[in-house]
Each structure stands twice: as C-alpha cells, then as structure tokens.
C-alpha cells in the first residue's frame, strides 16, 4: 500500500471543508480553493481528517493514491498558512 497515500490529512482549525460528490472545496485565512477529485479515488471526511481510498491495487490507483493524498494536503496547507520560498545565498 502507498505509505503516502494512507497517511491522513488533519484539517487546520481554521479551515472549513466541504466534500460534494467527487468536489473538494476549503476555505481558510488564505483564501479558497477548489479541487476535483479523480473519479476512481474517494476521500471521506471524519473527525477533522481527511482520509484517501482507492479501489483496487491496480499500477494506476496505486499511483493516483499517493498523488490524490499529496495535492488534497497541498490545498490545506494553501488555505490555511500559504506557501512560503526560503533563499539561502551562499558564497560572495
């Protein structure tokens, strides 16, 4: 099983979620943002985690589990605290 795909996502305090069908929408301080979800995986919302399934252990779910999981905690984290680039200079 992907050990990405199995981690669950905690929802941010300050997010709010919506699930409708296979239409994932959060609003946070930073904004909203909509996400379609794949129509072959599902995520389903329990106590303030988000957690994705795959049907089968097909080579495709397999890697449309860990890529799901992976974009859906990049729009928690873009709603709630936004990106961020660091920039280390080295040298002279």
Known sequence: ????GK???PVPAKVSVNLDGQKLT???P?????FD???EMSVSLEDNTLHVTRPTDERNHRALHGLTRALVA??????STGFQRSLIVEGV
């Open 7 to 9: 981690k669950p996502i």
């Open 37 to 39: 979800i794949h129509p």
């Open 26 to 28: 959060a609003k946070g």
């Open 74 to 79: 990049n729009v928690m984290t873009g709603v």
């Open 1 to 4: 099983m992907s050990r990405i």
């Open 30 to 34: 930073k904004g909203e943002v909509s």
